[in-house]
């Protein structure tokens, strides 16, 4: 993906700020006590927070949140969802916090939107020493038969390179993290995956996949006949067609800390 497809993709999901908020999946609360378990100290910043997925999950784990989201639509869905959060408009690259402020610094399906070259001096700006940076995603479990056809189906706009537990291993083994040198240096990263699940419906998984960003910026013909494929898929498989199901999940954790 080049700059500007990148930026597109980026830039997508405001128009799609309430369907993001209903349909997407939280975060396995084992993973996010993984992510923050070294930080050394309970101040957290949700970079990249958008609607407030993450932010609600470490708030019912008693962190002090602050969350910081550079699109104004999904802002205001954060803000209305969760009224007592410091909701502050900012970007990985331009973080609105003083320096040392925090004392872990958590993204959730968002790391690889960051330009690291700018955002990894900025989130070592605003980290404590010893403080921990963690990006989480939500991973479809493609060990799963039906889950596995599902992602033949849907192909890659809808279920992408870092959506899959193998992909993800291979795309974010340090690729999205501060590289070490200059002043403020970081250690060696980890990934651990954790088992995850989110309730579902064929069509609410189908509003789930549109809220995509490579499904989000497809021409409307093309985005419908996607959507078309998969609820016909999931009309046809029997763990998915009739009522609710469980769509087998992982949260996976890549975990640096700021020496």
Known sequence: MNHDEQLLHASSFGAAAAAYAEHRPDYAQDAVRWALA????????????????LTATLIAM??????????????????????TVRGLSGSAESIPLPDTSVDAVLVGNAMHWFDMAVAGPEIARVLAPGGVLAGLWNLMDDRVDWVAGLADVSGSAAIGPR?????????????????????????????????????????????????????????????????????????????TAHGEFTLPMLTGVLRTRRL
């Open 163 to 239: 959506d899959t537990p193998a992909s993800w291993r291979v795309q974010t083994a340090g690729a999205h993290l501060p590289q070490n040198g200059g002043p403020a240096r970081f250690g060696s990263s980890e990934q651990v995956e954790f088992p995850h699940g989110q309730r579902r419906t064929a069509d609410s998984l189908v509003a789930t996949l549109a809220t995509r960003a490579g499904v989000l910026v497809l021409p409307e013909r093309e985005r419908d006949a996607l959507l078309g494929r998969i609820r016909e898929f999931l009309a046809g498989r029997p763990e």
């Open 38 to 53: 070294p930080a050394p100290g309970p101040r957290v910043l949700d970079l990249g927070a958008g609607t407030g997925k």
């Open 62 to 83: 008693g962190a002090e949140v602050i969350a910081v989201e550079p699109d104004p639509a999904m802002l205001t869905e954060l803000r209305r969802s969760l009224p």
